[in-house]
Structures are given as C-alpha cells and as structure tokens.
C-alpha cells in the first residue's frame, strides 16, 4: 500500500517549457487536490477533483490545467511554465470518514522555473 | 471568506518544555479543524482533528480545542520531544474549501 506517490521529486525548468506533474493513490479514494507550498504562506489549493470525471478550480488555477485519468491519477500540468510557478507541489487525496475528510499527502515535487 | 491564521514561527524549546502553537479562524457556518504536521522532505500528516464546538483533538500528546466563541484552536503540549522538530499546519475544512495556515516550525534542542 503504497498511499500516494508523485513523479517527479525534483525538476528544473526554463521560463516557456512545459511539463506534468503525476500523481497516483492505490486507496481507492473518490477526492484528489493539487496543492502548491510557499514560503509564509502555508498550502494554497490550485485544483481540485471530487470524483472521477470532475475537477474544479481552487484558489489559485491560474497557469495550470489538470487531468483526472482514472480514480486513482490526477496529473497537474504547467503550459507555460513562469517563474513565480517556482514552488514545491503536493497531492493528496481524501476519504470521507464519518463528518470529516481526512486528507493524505504524496511527498512533494520541488519545481524551479528559472 | 474562509481563512486561517496560525503563529509565526520559528520556535525553539528545549527538551521538555511546554509547547502552545496558537491557530485562529475566520469560517462561515462550522467548519471542521485540523492540525497537520510536516516533517522534513516529506508530505503533510494528519496530527489531529475536531469536528464540532467543544471537541477536544488529541495524539502523540498533542491536544487542541475547538473554540467557537474565540475562534480558536491552539495546539499545546505538555512535554516536546527532539523528534517533535517539524512544521504545523493549522487547517479548516469548510464545504468544498480546505485552508491552511501558513505553517509554525518549531525545533526542539535537546
């Protein structure tokens, strides 16, 4: 059991390139999220899916666009990347468990845009 | 709108000491709270959690109370360990919206 596993762990990128973030849970769980970590500013959700077949936008989607493949993929991707995209990505995943939803987190991609 | 708002960090005790990490929060209706921790090069965990006024969150000696009048939810405890070292996240969890706050980290010397 694996939890929930992210691909890259690291990646460095000029200003303009592209690439997707990938994002895997072996749960079984029906809600992903892209969240983005920066300095002082704790977690910031950038998408969103509650089930397969279905995203929406968190607080800030600007620049990203994602894919929920299956229930268990949900993959970020930058178009055009920009420096101020240069952050540490986390996903995680949900299950509803009794009144709450407890949230499991992958361990990080560590983007830089240069 | 939703919001959380935890204590800058960083903070550094000793061994032992008494630890109080204070969150408050800004919520329409009644949001669930949270406090995760993060340790070095890994994901955020889920540390504990209360769902309604009055609950009491607790694991691993950590404790927090959920304060609907002041809004509240301070972790706190007793005795800090060196393997306590990490960053905590204070969170809410309202209908389809999840903030955190932006992190305390505390180091624990021995």
């Known amino acids: 059991n694996a939890g929930v596993t992210q691909t890259p762990k690291f990646q460095v990128l000029k200003t303009g390139q592209s690439m997707t973030l990938q994002c895997a849970q072996d749960m079984n769980h029906n809600s992903m999220y892209w969240y983005r970590q920066d300095p002082g500013m704790g977690l910031r959700l950038i998408y969103y899916s509650a089930s397969e077949g279905t995203t929406d936008k968190g607080e800030v989607p600007n620049g990203y666009n994602v894919s929920r493949l299956n229930k268990r993929e949900f993959s970020l991707r930058l178009e055009s990347a920009a420096p101020s995209q240069t952050s540490v990505y986390f996903c995680?995943?949900?299950?509803?468990?009794?009144?709450?939803?407890?949230?499991?987190f992958g361990p990080g991609t560590r983007l830089t845009v240069l | 709108g939703n919001s959380v708002t935890q204590m800058e960090g960083p903070v550094t005790l000793s061994e032992e000491a008494f630890l109080t990490i204070n969150c408050t929060y800004t919520?329409?209706?009644?949001?669930?709270l949270f406090w995760y921790v993060q340790y070095p090069g890994e994901g955020l965990q889920l540390l504990l959690k209360a769902t309604k006024a009055d609950d009491k969150g607790s694991n691993k000696g950590f404790e927090a109370t959920y304060r609907k009048e002041t809004t509240s939810f301070h972790l706190e405890k007793g005795s800090v360990q060196v393997s306590d070292s990490a960053v905590y996240f204070c969170?809410?969890?309202?209908?389809?919206?999840?903030?955190f706050g932006a992190g305390t980290r505390l180091t624990v010397k021995p």
């Open positions: 969170a809410l969890e309202a209908p389809e919206d999840m903030r």
């Open positions: 995680a995943s949900s299950a509803l468990t009794g009144s709450y939803n407890e949230q499991f």
């Open positions: 919520a329409t209706g009644y949001p669930s």
